[in-house]
């Protein structure tokens, strides 16, 4: 399939936003777009999401003979796929320039920068060595698969175990992962690439290109550098002429980003990430927890891109699902695998288990939520009155409740920490005032009021707490602040 | 379809053809997605289920022992289709009902499909003599013909260069053939069709939210209103294209569509009323 064209008028507005240093997300020049890295079940599996970009990356190992030339080193050997899935323009087993430009730049930053100790790898001189293979995979291409690329591909060779060997005479034994635990790769350093994108003849500079921002662009300059300020690789595409006055700049700029990581968060630094994930994740292992991508799903990792959160009427859920049994033809009974028998008799059809029964949770149902107000289509109601104003009403109650829950938490938290034992009564007294039913009937009307009635509520609130319980007034009114932005 | 309908009916309202409501005559008529019923189970049946989401192979079938009483015509709009005297539903969905008679299955999807009289947003890819080929979001590119133009003759060639976008609608548009798109109607005037568009931004969303722009009295076409004022187009192929005065507004603008997809009123008010705010 052929990917859309770009029209000019997209180009145009593009390079204008440019000059006037804007970007489509709003991120400043300098920004990086969030970097999740997450690891898999296997040793050396690991996916990268930079924004919208996804890349998945595995490493394996296989006891090989080495090359002739060097016989005591190790073999790496790396593999950057473009699947079609990332983007209509990528076809497989086609060789692209952009496939090609990859493939060069993850050897040249991983490889020629000997980041791995390829010796270490060697197990019997000049008949069996390690290799190494790391294979990348792109699953969707939002721009800057480079950086994406070098990330995954280092985070996975850091999290991977080779299996252990033990050498007798010319006899190599191979332990599987249960006799002896497998062995970590020795890694020196960590390269990761940063792609600048240049526009308008070499006078924009943009840091991670997002994929509208690529192809509009003239020049790219990735660099590869380490933590310990050591630039790996530098390559410029495009056909720019970059001056040394253009370059020196940008490196410097690596340079300050790498070492201070105190400034906003979405400066330049993978290093430090990196290193916290790989050694989280080994603890985790460790402690015979859980882990994996599947674990990541439950926290809302994987299954979506974008998601907002919708309030559900979950009132009577149940009820209607129990109602929908009756209803149907009674078949002989299914029981759900685990139940023991005495159990079976209370089978419902809502599973309350965590992770048995779902798989994700699917992009929120915005179906009949705005239809119903602006349609002119008339939905015959089936029980009567007026449901869909219910609904609502239901769903403001819900939020509400939320709300005052999370306040009522959040506060009794901050007040146990600053009030003093002999004052617990009184604070005691005044949760039970925060509770949501003394206010819920005030505050029936409608969406317009809910704010107010917040901040009514956290005003009277808080001057009650700074009254009785001697908590200074900048104290309360940060408590506020926090909430009104909650 | 019954929003194609009404795209049509008020372009056709305002400008010249008298309107041609969805057709009920008893012949078949072209549009392969009409279809008349007589069961008068199946209507109430069909009625019964209105706003309830529905999956493919749902199938409404009428009482066996009932006889065709009184002609009863039942339309049947896109997601369901006949088969004998059941209508089968083969996409997932709400069902949508318009009085008296038409149902239809409102889905939730982003690829479009090229269907006649939509009018949609394409980019123009190539020259080819005297044709141009579009890209309008489809598996195939569509064709439009230089003389599919306002005032244009041969001699009068049409001012189009590649990259250009233009609005038009499809005059054909089927699955065995490769689309056609016109920017005249069928007076031969305009009617805001044809090329367009020095500057503001083009970008995609689903064919849900474009369709939802264009009902008329939108709430959320009001709600953005008060943000900024700007200028858009929106093609049923699920592209929009705006401008507003600055670069900005036209970001901002952009952002607030994407997110507005997956809100509720509720939601969309505060964050709108939070844009104002942040703007003054």
Known sequence: ?486 | MVNRFICRFIFELLFCNPPQTPSEAEVPCSNTRCRSFVMDSLLFRLKESVGEALLPGDVFSPDSEETPSRAEKLICGPGLRRTGDHVHVFKSGILRNKLPNMFWIDSQQRRYVPAKGESVIGIVTSKAGDVFKVDVGGSEQASLSYLAFEGATKRNRPNVQVGDLVFGQFAVANRDMEPELVCIDGCGRANGMGVFGNDGLLFRCSLGLARRLLTPNSELVKDLQQVFPFETVVGLNGRIWIKARTVTQTLILMNLLEACENMTAQQRHSLLQKVKDCSH
Request: charged share 25%; glycine share 6%.
């Open chain 1, 1 to 486: 399939m052929r990917d859309t064209p770009l029209s000019n008028c997209e180009r145009l507005f593009l390079l204008q936003a440019i000059q006037e240093k804007k970007r489509l997300d709003g991120r400043q020049t300098y920004d990086y777009r969030n970097i999740k890295i997450l690891f898999g079940t296997d040793y050396g599996c690991c996916i990268v999401e930079l924004g919208k970009t996804r890349v998945l990356c595995q490493v394996s190992c296989e006891l090989v003979p080495p090359k002739d030339s060097r016989p005591t080193e190790g073999i790496l050997y790396f593999n950057l796929e473009l699947s079609p899935m990332a983007s209509p323009a990528f076809e497989s087993n086609r060789q692209s320039e952009l496939l090609v430009m990859l493939n060069r730049q993850l050897e040249r930053c991983l490889r020629n920068s000997k980041c791995i100790d390829t010796e270490s790898l060697c197990v019997i001189s000049g008949e069996k060595v390690w290799q190494i293979r790391v294979d990348v995979h792109v699953l969707n291409h939002d721009g800057n698969l480079m950086d994406a690329a070098s990330i995954a591909a280092i985070s996975a060779l850091s999290h991977f175990r080779r299996p252990d060997v033990a050498i007798q005479g010319r006899e190599v034994t191979v332990f599987s992962p249960e006799e002896r635990d497998p062995i970590p790769l020795s890694i020196y350093h960590m390269p990761i690439c940063v792609s600048f994108a240049f526009f308008l003849q070499g006078s924009y500079l943009l840091v991670d290109p997002c994929e509208r921002e690529e192809r509009v662009k003239d020049g790219l300059l990735v660099i590869a550098m380490n933590k310990h300020r050591e630039i790996c690789s530098i390559q410029s595409s495009g056909g720019i002429m970059l001056l040394k006055d253009q370059v020196k700049p940008v490196e410097m700029l690596l340079l300050v980003e790498g070492e201070h990581e105190n400034h906003s968060s979405e400066r330049i630094k993978p290093f430090p990430v990196l290193l916290c994930f790989s050694s989280f994740v080994l603890m985790q292992r460790k402690e015979g927890g859980k882990f994996g991508f599947a674990e990541s799903l439950p926290i809302e990792r994987i299954t979506a891109l974008k998601r907002d959160e919708a309030p559900v009427e979950m009132a009577d859920v149940k009820d209607t699902a129990e109602e929908i049994i009756n209803r149907t033809e009674s078949s002989t009974e299914v029981y759900p695998p685990g139940l023991k028998t005495r159990e079976r008799s209370a089978a419902s059809p809502v599973l309350v288990a965590t992770g048995t029964a779902q798989v994700g949770e699917g992009i929120v149902n915005s179906w009949g939520l705005e239809e119903d107000e602006d349609d002119e289509v008339i939905i015959e109601d089936k029980g009567g009155g007026n449901p869909r104003r219910l609904q609502n009403k239901g769903e403001l109650e819900l939020s509400l409740w939320l709300y005052f829950r999370l306040l009522y938490h959040t506060v009794r938290l901050h007040l146990f920490s600053l009030v003093r034992p002999g004052k617990l009564q009184d604070s005691e007294d005044l949760m039970q005032c925060l509770t949501p039913r003394v206010y819920l009937d005030d505050l029936e009307e409608g969406a317009g009021h809910t704010e107010e009635a917040l901040m009514v509520l956290l005003a009277g609130s808080t001057s009650m707490m700074a009254s009785s319980s001697g908590i200074s007034s900048s104290i309360s009114l940060q408590l506020v602040m926090s909430f009104v932005d909650f």
